[in-house]
């Protein structure tokens, strides 16, 4: 079986994930897993498919053919024969200002940690008269590294920022 990375953008509309998962269902394939979201009217998407190699240029011309939605296709990576790595879901939470996501990331980098999935918003705080960053993160740690000093260096950020680790 080839696994196939899908990357889904367009205007959002009603049944639009119905038409997708049709679509590949209509044409042999098998979806994995995905993440999908609503941003601005807009449906993005990211979906993990796979296929038989018998029915890959079918299933690649039914996706480009999907009306009024723009579909990248990549190969995918099998990694069954590799250890999985250590994970840490983080719950981060404090006052939202411009480059907030930057910083995160770069202390993230910086401890040689990975981004896996991140998932964040920005909510009024009437009470706080400031919005607040809201965000859920899951990082890949190196092999050795303690949890808590990658939970240190993000709080170190400003004093207002929260992360807790939600266990899995």
């Known amino acids: 079986m080839k696994q196939l990375i899908l990357t889904l953008i367009g205007k959002d509309q009603p049944g639009l994930v119905e038409k997708i998962s049709s679509t590949i269902l209509s044409h042999h394939g098998n979806w994995l897993t995905s993440n999908l979201s609503h941003l601005a009217g807009h449906f993005a998407g ?9 029915h890959l240029q079918e299933i690649q011309e039914a996706l480009y053919a999907l009306p009024d939605l723009e579909v990248k296709i990549e190969s995918g990576e ?3 024969t590799q250890a ?3 994970t840490l879901n983080l719950v981060i939470t404090g006052n939202d200002r411009p480059g907030i996501v930057q910083e995160l990331a770069t202390v993230i980098r910086h401890k040689g940690a990975n981004i896996t999935h991140l998932t964040s918003k920005q909510r009024s705080a009437p009470n706080w008269g400031l919005p607040i960053f809201s965000a859920f993160a899951t990082v890949t740690l190196p092999v050795g590294m303690v949890k808590e000093n990658v939970v240190d260096a993000l709080e170190s950020i400003t004093s207002d920022l929260i992360v807790d680790i939600e266990e899995s």
């Open 46 to 54: 990211i979906v993990q498919i796979e296929v038989a190699e018998e």
């Open 78 to 80: 099998t990694s069954a």
């Open 84 to 86: 999985e790595p250590d």
